[in-house]
């Protein structure tokens, strides 16, 4: 079916094929990434944009011992395509396949894993550190894109390597998109360098232009180096790069692979750091995506033909974090809404039509977003980050330091806390319990519902200390029944359920936060059928816990289960336990949850399955146990 791509063994087929037919072939590659990621989901518009970029890498570049690195790592489908993965795409991010993500253990190909942003020129930086040391000759290339660059790491590692000798090649692939619209001043820089014709002309035009003022010859041009260097600053906004100590060669059409393999081969031969700078169509060569490289960032499956998703009536999480955003934000002029370059995803997109003097996207900035929310704080606002459980373990030490020491009133709106799925290991947001709940000062919270979200965060917004908020990924379960609490109390649980009790049975309470409260609902249900009734309790406060209610159950000979989306260790089983430890010896408790591991990929129900976290899971676990 496909002519090429058929044929194609390895990447030393690209270094023997003319312009020609690795045009074809780029054609082919793209046609085969709409096909497979149709059915399977997937990152599909960046990797659109880097077809011609990973062809022209593997032409140049000798992966048996040179080192690539992808920034996020989303774009590497390409990449596993033609480094001996072609034929696993129908199993990409489902349980036991290819991830999609760089993975070491999937190929020796792969050098580095990633997921987070803006980590790859640290790692080649530090890969050609152990070059140097070890006397080894390869180059190592990070790729990171405009979004990616707007991340902190990425500048620290920028301001390290432009002062070491050692050389790395950073590709900075500018698509001018981060999931939406790339943000900042980074950003309008290198808008700067893409559109101003005065910049690319003057580069080749300034010895030229010199040599042709009255009395400027050759002689004087040389020595004039300091004044071109001026005139350049006048001219061109800043060499940012180059003054940092990178050189910068660019901007580069990121499509031609002419263009690009004689780039590339010019900075293999240049013994300094460099930083090429291309430009690339992000969703490049399938219509939809190129039209609409916001929705195609990361999709779901769709119908290839008209590029239409399944559009779900559940109401999410997410959407009902920004609608209440909305009716908070008409009634209460301080609050303000924070993303790091999360909008759609967080569910902030209309908040952020409506409110735009309210609402604020910093770029991949985890650690700054937090730290800006702490001073806006100090002035009287109220801030509310929302970010992704995941990627707030960046700013850890902005939570502890500058929010929660001085208590600042701000609200961490932490969303796909739990197994979100797909992305695997580097996105599944099992451990914010764990690092948020012994931090003095902070107070967290989890809805069992999606209403019940509404009614928190409301009641987070009015409180005078910090509050974190975590709720999972997608909606409420249909074939649940659960109304919100309407009256919250600081610390206090909701009791759903009172078992039914004589004096032979045993008694059995079910702690469960968030998610969980659904799976424990199933979970009654057949346990009940089994003769076992059980109290089922919203342990709505993760910290503080309800104490009171504790003792309660503890007097009273209760078999206390809790159940957590997220690991025991430090989480909700952990507090439970620390407190009861006090009070008696006597009374087991049983903790599910995960153990302290990574989560691989796969759907979230077969997940639940997996770790008996599904209402099956439970169940049998509480059985066993009893
Ligand atoms: C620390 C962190 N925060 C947020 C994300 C979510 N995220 C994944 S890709 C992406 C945008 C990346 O943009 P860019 O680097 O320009 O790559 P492109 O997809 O445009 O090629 C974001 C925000 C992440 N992976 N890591």
Redesign the pocket.
């Known amino acids: 079916m496909y002519k090429i791509l058929d044929e194609y063994k390895d990447f030393t087929d690209i270094k023997n094929m003319d312009y020609d037919q690795l045009d074809v072939f780029a054609k082919e590659i793209r046609e085969f990434l709409v096909e497979k990621v149709s059915k399977t989901g997937g990152h599909l518009a960046?990797n659109l944009?880097v077809v011609e970029l990973t062809l022209s890498l593997l032409r140049v570049f000798n992966v048996s011992s040179d080192k690539l690195i992808w920034?996020?790592g989303?774009?590497a489908y390409v990449y596993k395509i033609l480094t001996g993965r072609k034929d696993k795409f129908d199993n990409l991010r489902k349980f036991g396949g290819i991830s999609g993500f760089p993975k070491r253990e999937e190929s020796i190909y792969d050098f580095f894993d990633t997921?987070?942003?803006s980590t790859s020129i640290s790692a080649a930086l530090g890969m050609a550190i152990a070059r140097d040391i070890n006397g080894e000759k390869n180059e190592v290339v990070s790729v990171?894109?405009?979004?990616?660059l707007t991340?902190g790491m990425a500048f620290e590692a920028l301001n390290d390597a432009g002062y070491r000798k050692t050389k790395i090649i950073i590709i900075l692939?500018d698509?001018q998109?981060?999931?939406a619209k790339?943000v900042g001043g980074m950003s309008k820089y290198l808008n700067k360098l893409r559109l101003d014709p005065k910049y690319t002309k003057f580069k080749e035009d300034v010895d030229f232009t010199l040599k042709k003022i009255p009395g400027v010859g050759k002689g004087m041009v040389n020595s004039m180096g300091k004044m071109k260097d001026a005139i350049k600053q006048l001219i061109v906004p800043s060499m940012l790069f180059e003054d940092m100590g990178i050189k910068y060669l660019g901007p580069i059409d990121g499509h031609n692979i002419k263009e690009l393999s004689e780039v590339l081969s010019m900075a293999k031969n240049i013994k300094d750091s460099v930083i090429i700078h291309i430009i690339t169509t992000?969703g490049k060569g399938y219509e939809f995506a190129e039209k609409n490289p916001n929705k195609f960032?990361g999709i779901g499956p769709f119908d290839s033909e008209n590029g239409k998703t399944l559009v779900s009536s559940i109401e999410t999480y997410s959407n009902a974090f920004g609608n209440e955003m909305i009716e908070i934000a008409k009634s209460n002029k301080n609050l303000v809404a924070i993303t790091?370059?999360?909008r759609d995803g967080t569910g902030l997109s209309k908040f952020s039509k409506m409110y735009p003097e309210r609402f604020f996207d910093v770029g991949?900035a985890?650690q700054h977003a937090v730290t800006l929310a702490a001073g806006m704080a100090c002035q009287g606002l109220k801030p509310v980050f929302a970010v992704y459980s995941t990627?707030l373990q960046?700013a850890y030490d902005q939570v502890l330091h500058d929010i929660s020491i001085q208590k600042l009133p701000i609200v961490l709106a932490i969303d796909r806390a739990g197994i979100v799925g797909e992305d695997g290991e580097t996105h599944q947001g099992i451990f914010d319990l764990s690092y948020l709940s012994h931090i003095p000062n902070m107070t967290i919270m989890s809805p069992k519902c999606v209403e019940e979200l509404k009614v928190m965060l409301r009641w987070a917004v009015e409180q005078n200390y910090p509050i974190a908020l975590r709720y999972p990924k997608g909606g409420n379960n249909a074939n649940v029944k659960i109304s919100p609490i309407r009256n919250i109390k600081l610390g206090k649980w909701e009791v759903i359920y009172e078992g039914d009790y004589n004096k032979q049975s045993k008694k059995v309470a079910i702690l469960s936060a968030g998610k969980m409260v659904e799976q424990s609902i199933f979970a009654k249900e057949k346990l009940s059928k089994a003769g076992i009734s059980c109290t089922l309790i919203n342990a709505c406060f993760i910290k503080p816990i309800d104490k009171e209610l504790l003792k309660k159950l503890v007097q009273e000979n209760y078999f206390i289960v809790t159940i957590e989306d997220n690991i025991i260790h430090g989480g909700l089983g952990s507090l439970v336990l620390e407190y009861i430890n006090t009070i008696t010896s006597d009374i087991r408790v049983l903790n599910l949850g995960y153990n302290n591991e990574f989560i691989p990929q796969g759907s979230v129900e077969q997940l639940y399955k997996i770790y008996k976290l599904d209402a099956d899971g439970i169940t049998e676990s509480i059985l066993n146990s009893l």
């Open positions: 960046s944009g920034d996020v989303h774009q997921g987070h942003s990171i894109g405009d979004g990616a991340g692939n698509n998109m981060s999931i790339n992000k960032h790091a370059a999360m991949i985890e990627f960046r």
